[in-house]
């Protein structure tokens, strides 16, 4: 027999592979095929013979196996292809055969069993989905909901569902527009857009405009005396402290001696050497939230167990407990002036729960222990003074003795049509913000019995974090849909809506410098957004107010999961605090959003955390039901925090 005869087919020009496991198939066969020849060119008969055959049966049946097994990770094959690798692995091994053999000319062809045509069908199917997510990652889509309903109706599908909401909406369009991609008709989608900009440009766009996306109008609802009254003081508390801010500002900035970057590198640096120093099992149940009393001298938690408990720094040791909600607890914060000007017995602590009330509290120990003469304490985290406010003569805790607890409120504010998800003191401590799943936000005013001044709405789904501009002149309030508002209090207008993320929103607050505000969500990542740089939103008295907030200054890549904290260090915003259910806490630079430190060490997610007003401790309190201290070794010391 001649070499032709002998001659293994050739590769395909257009090689194709698919790991070591197939390679070393292709091998193993290529050795059958020689052995095939040699034993044909011998002419051998009977036993060898037989010994070819089962040997190709052999390799047919390996061959159905490879191709059950083949990985699924190869993306950019197609059937040309998938037929060239069949005729190289498959190529022909002499004449005759029967069984899974069909004679074809000089060689011959393998015909594939059921199992391994259903394998290929199904390996086509996933690379094919494979492939379709792969582009549909690659697409750019909007993220404005009216970009998106314009997009879905320039190609002729529906603007919406029933029961569809915005993220479903564009996860539709995505889906579309890779379908479109892979058939190689993305190209019309965007001579549709353009076309439709063309006739809306002509006047034939009104009508989708009208219907679709009807312009923000300016409306105003009537409120009452008392709301009017707090504008007022509103105005009249904010105006100089905005004064002072921008004063101090410039001052920094003109001063040579004054290094802000100095500042920073040396909190930084301290941070960087932060460790666990304390951890403490802090409920029954999860732990939903925690903050850090003014003076950082208490920690106030609350916890799914119904209760809210006061423990006392750097110790972490029970100093108290409130309990007077019927339901879980969802968060806890303090009075601006709790422990300093502010009585004892008046209203230190506020609550929020399931049950659908915020909760206003004395400390727990200010009937049994009420403070000396002098009103003097050795607490050893005690500041002397932060934010103008004075921390030298407090109320004392309890001495000795169990810790007492306390039953029943100072007032009860009752009006949320559903849960309460958090609440947050106006920085004059005079007013009690709280955010519900009622989709609504309200302002009670604590001084006159805990009056609800105002009930606003703006929101499309449940509101969900809020926090005060340090001067008091602005909130900001963000919700699951996604979207953080800004509102003038002194006014009632939403001034910015902050367009951005893309799935709900958790948590904001507002950096000390008063431009700078910070968002997380379950989008995994942190927002920065500089309030100079966004345009105002259309209008909107009320709740109104629509338009985008424009693009976020910087973007943090926070967490592996959901974020559920964002929290600015209080004096100067040096640092930014996030907190995820990744089981972390992770603190970054106020100036360059660099990562500083990573707090690991809980075994459930993170769902609260606070830092000190000087940076020098950072406190996080988890789904494990543990209370954890981070700072450095000394942060017990008996100093004051803060010089």
């Known amino acids: 027999m001649d070499n032709e005869d002998t001659k293994i087919p050739s590769v395909p020009k257009k090689p194709i592979f698919f790991g070591s496991l197939e390679i070393a198939e292709k091998q193993r066969l290529e050795k059958l095929k020689q052995q095939a020849a040699a034993f044909a060119g011998k002419g051998g008969e009977g036993d060898d013979k037989d010994k070819d055959r089962s040997d190709d049966k052999e390799g047919i049946k390996e061959e159905d196996d490879m191709e059950e097994n083949l990985g699924e990770g190869e993306e950019d094959e197609d059937e040309e292809d998938d037929d060239e690798e069949q005729e190289e692995v498959e190529g022909g091994e002499g004449e005759g055969g029967g069984g899974s053999r069909a004679g074809k000319g000089e060689g011959f062809e393998y015909e594939l069993s059921e199992t391994g045509k259903r394998a290929k069908e199904r390996q086509e199917q996933m690379l094919k989905e494979l492939e379709m997510k792969r582009r549909a990652r690659a697409l750019a889509v909007p993220t404005s909901d009216t970009a998106v309903r314009l997009r879905l109706r320039a190609i002729g599908e529906p603007i919406t569902l029933f029961g569809e909401r915005e993220m479903e909406r564009r996860d539709r369009l995505r889906s579309i527009m890779a379908k479109l991609d892979a058939e190689g008709r993305l190209d019309e989608l965007y001579d549709a857009i353009e076309r439709q900009m063309r006739e ?20 105003y609802t009537e409120g009452s005396k008392e709301l009017l009254e ?10 100089p402290r905005a004064g002072e801010r921008i004063r101090r500002a410039k001052r920094r900035r003109e001063d040579p001696d004054e290094d802000e970057e100095a500042e920073a590198k040396e909190i930084m640096g301290v941070v960087q050497g932060f460790s666990m120093q304390v951890s403490e099992i802090g409920d029954e149940r999860p732990i939903s939230s925690c903050a850090l009393s003014p ?3 208490y920690l106030a938690t609350s916890g799914w167990s119904g209760s809210c408990r006061l423990w006392s720094l750097p110790a972490v040791r029970a100093a108290g407990s409130l309990r007077g909600h019927s339901e879980r607890t969802t968060c806890v914060a303090w009075h601006p002036h709790a422990l300093s000007s502010l009585s004892a017995s008046g209203p230190n602590l506020a609550t929020a729960g399931a049950d659908r009330c915020a909760l206003l509290w004395p400390l727990p120990w200010s009937a049994t222990n ?17 934010d103008g406010v004075d921390f030298s003569s407090r109320p004392a805790p309890p001495s000795s003795g169990s810790a007492p607890n306390l039953s029943t409120p100072l007032l009860r504010l009752s009006g949320h049509l559903d849960r309460i998800a958090r609440v947050a003191f106006h920085p004059s401590g005079r007013f009690l913000a709280s955010t519900g799943f009622d989709k609504t936000w309200r302002l009670w005013d604590v001084e006159r019995g805990g009056a609800e001044l105002l009930l606003q709405e703006g929101h499309s789904r449940a509101v969900y974090g809020v926090s005060f501009q340090k001067d ?74 629509g338009g985008a907030g424009g693009g976020s200054l910087y973007v943090i890549p926070a967490h592996t999961r959901l974020v559920s904290v964002v929290r600015y260090e209080p004096r100067e915003g040096h640092l930014l605090l996030t907190a995820g259910y990744d089981n972390t806490a992770k603190v970054w630079s106020g100036l360059d959003f660099k990562p500083v430190k990573v707090l690991a060490g809980h075994e459930g997610k993170v769902m609260g955390a606070d830092v000190a007003a ?3 401790c950072v406190v996080t309190a988890s789904y494990d039901r543990t209370i954890k201290l981070w700072g450095n070794d000394d942060t017990g010391a008996a100093a004051p925090m803060l010089q």
């Not at 707090?230 to 105006?239: G, N």
């Open 200 to 219: 809306s440009g002509e006047g034939g766009g009104e009508v989708l405009e009208t219907e679709e996306v009807p312009q923000a109008e300016l409306f």
């Open 230 to 239: 707090a504008r007022q003081a509103i105005a009249v508390f904010s105006l």
């Open 295 to 297: 003076d950082a001298s």
């Open 370 to 386: 009420p403070p000396d003469a002098n009103g003097q304490t050795d607490g050893p985290m005690s500041l002397p003074q932060v």
């Open 472 to 545: 008091g002149a602005l909130v900001a309030t963000c919700g699951l849909d996604a979207l953080c508002r800004v509102w003038d209090l002194r006014t009632g207008r939403s001034i910015l809506a902050l367009e951005g993320h893309v799935k709900p929103l958790l948590a904001c607050d507002f950096s000390p410098n008063g431009y700078h505000l910070a968002t997380g969500g379950e989008d995994h990542t942190c927002r920065v957004w500089d309030l100079r740089r966004c345009r105002k939103a259309g209008g909107g008295g009320g709740g109104g107010g």
């Open 614 to 616: 000087d940076g020098q």
